[in-house]
């Protein structure tokens, strides 16, 4: 059974229109991740929550935003996407954020933007 | 800053042993050796990690230098679903929050032939 699960699996959005990728776990973890995905590239972390704790990277742009409403949920929010956001998103968890603690990954959401 | 050197691909034969070398030369003493692969279109997913000791799991083991500036990831008997691309990641087990999280480089991309 999956574990963190990400809705949709695909998800086509129009330029500079909003949207909202989901991430769901099953295994009532601390610490939840996003990462973004581009072609050819390794994952790029963008923020994580440990539980209601928003903690950003240095270099992600404004334009993304995240909520966490409980510990099960996760949402990734792109404000005005642009052509260069078009990504795999990726969605992971963990049950802390010390470096013994494995991380579980979603299977991602591919975003196009037309 | 790079903090882990990969190839950046290897090949390797059906139902042979696959050695995926990983060069840390700036490896603190505190920094655990994570090991990730990604199958293609799926998200990451967790090897294994050492700290000083070699370690061995279902999946695969890792061999870890004495100086601990190398470390290899040893799949036994490579089957075509360990075709991937696999990724060498320094934790700092000091930190938890952002100064722990994990941060992927350019990894391995491994090809199995039958």
């Known amino acids: 059974d999956a574990m963190v699960i990400q809705n949709p699996r695909y998800q086509v959005t129009q330029f500079g229109k909003p949207v909202t990728l989901s991430c769901s776990q099953t295994?009532?973890?601390?610490?939840m991740y996003w990462y973004q995905q581009k072609s050819s590239q390794a994952p790029k972390l963008l923020f994580h929550?440990?539980?209601?704790?928003?903690?950003n990277e240095a270099d992600t742009p404004d334009n993304f935003q995240s909520r966490r409403p409980n510990t099960s949920f996760c949402f990734l929010d792109i404000r005005s996407p642009g052509l260069g956001d078009a990504a795999m998103y990726l969605c992971?968890?963990?049950?802390?954020?010390?470096?013994?603690?494995?991380?579980?990954f979603g299977q991602g959401t591919r975003l196009t933007v037309v | 800053d790079a903090k882990t050197t990969q190839p950046n691909s290897m090949e390797s034969n059906e139902e042979e042993p696959v050695h995926l070398p990983c060069n840390h030369s700036?490896?603190?003493?505190?920094?655990?050796i994570h090991w990730y692969r990604q199958l293609p279109s799926q998200g990451p997913e967790y090897v294994i990690h050492?700290?000083?000791s070699n370690v061995n799991n279902r999946m695969a083991s890792l061999a870890i230098a004495e100086d601990r500036k190398s470390s290899t990831l040893i799949l036994h008997r490579a089957t075509l679903r360990d075709a991937a691309v696999y990724y060498c990641?320094?934790?700092?087990?000091?930190?938890?929050?952002?100064?722990?999280?994990?941060?992927f480089g350019k990894g391995t991309k491994l090809s199995v032939k039958p």
């Open positions: 992971a968890t963990s049950i802390s954020d010390r470096a013994v603690t494995e991380a579980f």
């Open positions: 929550y440990y539980d209601k704790d928003f903690n």
């Open positions: 295994l009532n973890h601390n610490v």
């Open positions: 050492g700290l000083t």
């Open positions: 700036t490896i603190s003493g505190t920094d655990y």
């Open positions: 990641i320094l934790r700092d087990r000091l930190y938890g929050g952002s100064q722990g999280n994990l941060i």
